[in-house]
Nanobody, 123 residues
Framework: QVQLVESGGGSVQVGGSLRLSCAVS????????IGWFRQAPGKEREGVAA????????YYADSVRGRFTISQDNAKNTLYLQMNSLKPEDTAMYYC????????????????WGRGTQVTVSS
């Protein structure tokens, strides 16, 4: 049984930082894409950052590139998202998700999801 559990969300002021974590269990594929998504109230879910374990490549949405960093600790089976220089528009529920293979540049076909952690950025 695949489980993804996010943590680390919270409330922060503009310009602040947060680090999200996603603990992964039960996923046995050796090469996969794992990433972070977010959904703000009234908006569609969007991809934020992804990492492809086969080649250790990373990919970021334009809106977060240069501010967010995705990383993975294989020993701990944990995915991270370091978020710096946070803006009010970063306010959303953040989810981690995983899929087998595929292009890191595509945000679709992720088939296992966590329940999310809320990030609120206030001015």
């Amino acid at each position: 049984q695949v489980q993804l559990v996010e943590s680390g969300g919270g409330s922060v002021q503009v310009g602040g930082s947060l680090r999200l974590s996603c603990a992964v269990s039960g996923y046995t594929e050796s090469s996969y894409c794992i990433g972070w998504f977010r959904q703000a109230p009234g908006k569609e879910r969007e991809g934020v950052a992804a990492i492809y374990t086969g080649g250790r490549r990373t990919y970021y949405a334009d809106s977060v590139r240069g501010r967010f960093t995705i990383s993975q600790d294989n020993a701990k089976n944990t995915l991270y998202l370091q978020m710096n220089s946070l803006k009010p528009e970063d306010t959303a529920m953040y989810y981690c998700a995983v899929r087998s293979g595929g292009s890191i540049y595509a945000w679709n076909n992720y088939n296992y999801w966590g329940r999310g952690t809320q990030v609120t950025v206030s001015s």
